[in-house]
Structures are given as structure tokens and as C-alpha cells.
């Protein structure tokens, strides 16, 4: 199994382009969830899906969109990117809720400028 | 506002140390989660504790939960620098769907 990939590792953006970070797990897991993480303030969860066709905004959810039309599949989309959604987003993905193990992808660093 | 709250939140140690990493929060949590992430990585998850005043221990790591559920507490015995990572807690709120991070503690073993 691969895990959870998410593609691409990193990229810089102009201010008000947009990009889609790719999110996809082979596990046939059903909760799936986007995180940015900035220095020092750890996880952010902007967005979670708990199944295909279900999502539900997380903490910090806008400026960004998700779709879950697959189990596997997950992708963020970013419109109009700004400055400050420079951060390392990660992917992750997990079994169910009940004790709740996340999977996590390597990440994408992204930088707008 | 932070949710959980580490600390310290950075952490730089002699090989052979031991240490003590907190993750403290005025909430109460059904499960508590401990994730060490290395650089360039996702989190990887250490353990999971559910239960007020377990203890789980993993080799040289010790895992603690406190008695009201609200904050959980990390030992490391005889630091090595395969150690050396970013740790961080996660808690589950009863009937929530995600976890809540804390702010993560850098740690640093100097051999």
C-alpha cells in the first residue's frame, strides 16, 4: 500500500492564482481531512470528509474548497491564493472516528508571492 | 485561542537526558493522541490513551493521561538522538469528527 500521497511536494504561486493539492489514499479509509501547518502553531484543520460526497469545514476554511466524489481521492482546492496561505498543507487519512489513528501524507509546501 | 497547549516549545538536550513534555487544556478530551513528526514528513502517530490516569509506555517513551481527562504528559527516559523530532498532542472532543492539535514541542538530543 502506498498510504496517503498527496502531489505536488511543493509549488509557488503568484497572489490570486489558484491550485488544487492532490490528496489520495489507497487504504479505503472513509474519514479524510486537510491540514496546514504554520511555524509554531502546529495542525489547523480546514477541512474533513467522512465519506464520498460529505465534507464539513474545519477551524480555518476559507480561502479554500473541497470535494470528495471518490473514497479515495480528497483534493484542496486554493482560489485567488494570498500570502497568507503560504504554509506545509497534509493530507490524512482515517479508519473511523473511534480512536480516531490518522494517516498523514508527506506534504505540500506551498509558497505565494 | 489554542485548544491544547504544549510545552516547552522548544526543548534541547544532552544524549542520556531525560525529559518531560506537557500538553495541557481547560477541555475535557475522550482520547488523547501523541504524534512525532520528523522534518520534511507527516506526523506519525506514537499512541493513543483513553482512559483518566493511564499509563502507556513505548521502549524509553512514557505516556500519561491525566485523571480528568484534560491534559497528558510525555517522559522520555535516557534521550537518544533518534528522539529528535517535533512531538505533538491531539485530542478527541466526545461526538466531534476531527482531532485538535496542540502546538507542538521541537525537541533536539545532542549526542
Known amino acids: 500500500n502506498a498510504g496517503v500521497t498527496q502531489t505536488p511536494k511543493f509549488r509557488i504561486l503568484k497572489i490570486g492564482q489558484s491550485m488544487t493539492l492532490q490528496c489520495a489514499q489507497d487504504m479505503n479509509h472513509n474519514y479524510m481531512y486537510w491540514y496546514r501547518q504554520d511555524p509554531g502553531m502546529g495542525l489547523k484543520l480546514i477541512y474533513y470528509?467522512?465519506?464520498?460526497?460529505?465534507?464539513d469545514k474545519g477551524e480555518v476554511p476559507n480561502g479554500y474548497n473541497v470535494s470528495r466524489s471518490t473514497t479515495e481521492d480528497f483534493p484542496l482546492r486554493l482560489e485567488l491564493a494570498a500570502p497568507s496561505q503560504t504554509s506545509v498543507y497534509f493530507c490524512?487519512?482515517?479508519?473511523?472516528?473511534?480512536?480516531?489513528?490518522?494517516?498523514f501524507g508527506p506534504g505540500t509546501r506551498l509558497t505565494v508571492l | 485561542t489554542q485548544l491544547l497547549e504544549q510545552s516547552p516549545q522548544f526543548l534541547s538536550i544532552q544524549e542520556g537526558e531525560n525529559l518531560t513534555v506537557y500538553c495541557n487544556s481547560s477541555?475535557?478530551?475522550?482520547?488523547l493522541q501523541w504524534y512525532r513528526q520528523e522534518p520534511g514528513e507527516g506526523p506519525v502517530l506514537l499512541v493513543t490513551?483513553?482512559?483518566?490516569?493511564e499509563v502507556k509506555k513505548l521502549k524509553r517513551l512514557t505516556f500519561q493521561f491525566g485523571d480528568a481527562r484534560k491534559d497528558s504528559s510525555l517522559h522520555i527516559t535516557a534521550a537518544q538522538p533518534g528522539d529528535t523530532g517535533l512531538y505533538l498532542c491531539a485530542g478527541l472532543q466526545t461526538g466531534a469528527n476531527n482531532l485538535f492539535f496542540g502546538t507542538g514541542t521541537r525537541l533536539t538530543v545532542i549526542p
Open positions: 470528509s467522512v465519506g464520498a460526497g460529505i465534507t
Open positions: 490513551v483513553v482512559t483518566g490516569g
Open positions: 490524512a487519512s482515517s479508519y473511523s472516528r473511534q480512536g480516531n489513528e490518522q494517516f
Open positions: 477541555s475535557v478530551f475522550s482520547s
